[in-house]
């Protein structure tokens, strides 16, 4: 059996590790798009004005609602085909824009990773005590001296876990991708099993290697909380 994950023409290895790295590529440059989708929707939300606030809500609604995968859908077909049938529409005769299926699959994880995010953050901003900006404002501090002095360590602090658990949702919401051709790690472990007709063996690999994607990552967000609450005071 250890010979299916052998690297070369006699094995699989070669194809499940092309497949991790796409993944783990994938998830790497989903998160900044997502976190500043995220940063911007939680600034809608917590602005003064009523339409302001209004597309906020709307936005985090309607792509909490969707399932993931409808998400991937709309991104790659509908978007897709809007962009191709615009571009053939200023060059008439030519082949068009595609929207490749890795750009599609980062945008769609990305719209609804910002929107959960953007919860978090709000949240975050809002457990930042008023006395401590107050404060700053007393000491003749501007907007962005306040942004990035008080805010924004202390908002770290606060939204980390939520962001956290955002971050593990978004390494396993990457095995959706390979419904749209992106030769990620779950897309490699069905080519496998469809040749091997070995699905227990490969998609338990696969299950191995997510959990400890997670793992790496849990150790890693575990070391960056106690980072960012250190000098701070427990009950």
């Given at each position: 059996m250890l010979d299916q994950f052998s690297f070369g023409n006699t094995g699989w290895g070669d194809e499940l590790l092309s497949g991790l790295g796409v993944t783990v590529r994938l998830a790497v440059a989903t998160l900044p798009v997502?976190?500043?989708?995220?940063?911007?929707?939680?600034?809608?939300?917590?602005?003064?004005?009523?339409?302001?606030?209004?597309?906020?809500?709307?936005?985090?609604?309607?792509?909490?609602?969707?399932p993931e995968i409808l998400t991937l859908f709309m991104v790659y077909n509908g978007v897709g085909l809007a962009l191709k049938s615009f571009s053939q529409h200023f060059a008439p005769g030519g082949a068009g824009f595609d929207i490749s299926p890795f750009v599609a699959g980062t945008t769609a994880l990305?719209?609804?990773?910002?929107?959960?995010?953007?919860?978090?953050?709000r949240g975050g901003f809002a457990a930042i005590p008023r006395g401590q900006i107050e404060a700053g404002q007393a000491k003749g501090m501007n907007p962005a001296q306040i942004f990035w002095r008080i805010k924004l360590p202390q908002l770290w602090r606060f939204a980390l876990p939520g962001l956290g658990n955002?971050?593990?949702?978004?390494?396993?919401?990457?095995?959706?991708?390979?419904?749209?051709?992106?030769?990620?790690?779950?897309?490699?472990?069905?080519?496998?099993?469809?040749?091997?007709?070995?699905?227990?063996?490969?998609?338990?690999?696969?299950?191995?290697?997510?959990?400890?994607?997670c793992?790496?990552?849990?150790?890693?967000?575990?070391?960056?909380?106690r980072r960012a609450n250190r000098g701070v005071a427990r009950a």
């Open positions: 997502g976190l500043l989708i995220g940063f911007g929707v939680a600034q809608l939300l917590m602005a003064r004005s009523f339409m302001l606030r209004a597309v906020g809500i709307g936005y985090t609604t309607l792509m909490r609602g969707l990305a719209l609804v990773f910002g929107a959960f995010a953007a919860e978090v953050i955002l971050w593990l949702g978004l390494l396993k919401d990457t095995s959706l991708v390979s419904i749209i051709a992106v030769n990620d790690l779950m897309r490699m472990t069905k080519v496998a099993v469809g040749v091997t007709k070995q699905p227990f063996t490969f998609y338990l690999v696969a299950c191995a290697i997510y959990w400890i994607l793992l790496l990552s849990e150790t890693a967000l575990a070391r960056m909380e």
